[in-house]
């Protein structure tokens, strides 16, 4: 799963992974829900380094759920910063 943020949204990211995975697992090309987190990982930007290097130094992968609400905690505490 190949997946790009640009300039969009996160909520908009969050939401074209999610339809992304979902079409993939209805046809079993999902191979986990982990996949779906280390692709939204991957497909953040430079702008979210810091926050994919501690995510994925992390003893597990958050769940889609959990790495949502780490994204918007992370924008929220860094607004002024460029993200794209």
């Known amino acids: 799963m190949d997946m790009q943020k640009g300039s969009q949204p996160i ?21 986990s829900p982990k996949e779906l987190v280390i692709a939204v990982l ?16 992390f003893p597990s ?3 889609f759920a959990d790495l949502h609400t780490c994204l918007l ?3 929220a505490q860094a607004p002024r910063i460029s993200l794209n």
Do not use: C, H
């Open 11 to 31: 909520d908009a990211y969050l939401r074209q992974a999610k339809s992304l995975a979902d079409s993939l697992a209805a046809i079993n090309e999902l191979d």
């Open 42 to 57: 991957w497909g953040l930007g430079p702008g979210y380094k810091m926050l994919v290097t501690t995510v994925l130094n």
């Open 61 to 63: 992968l958050p769940d």
């Open 73 to 75: 905690a992370f924008i």
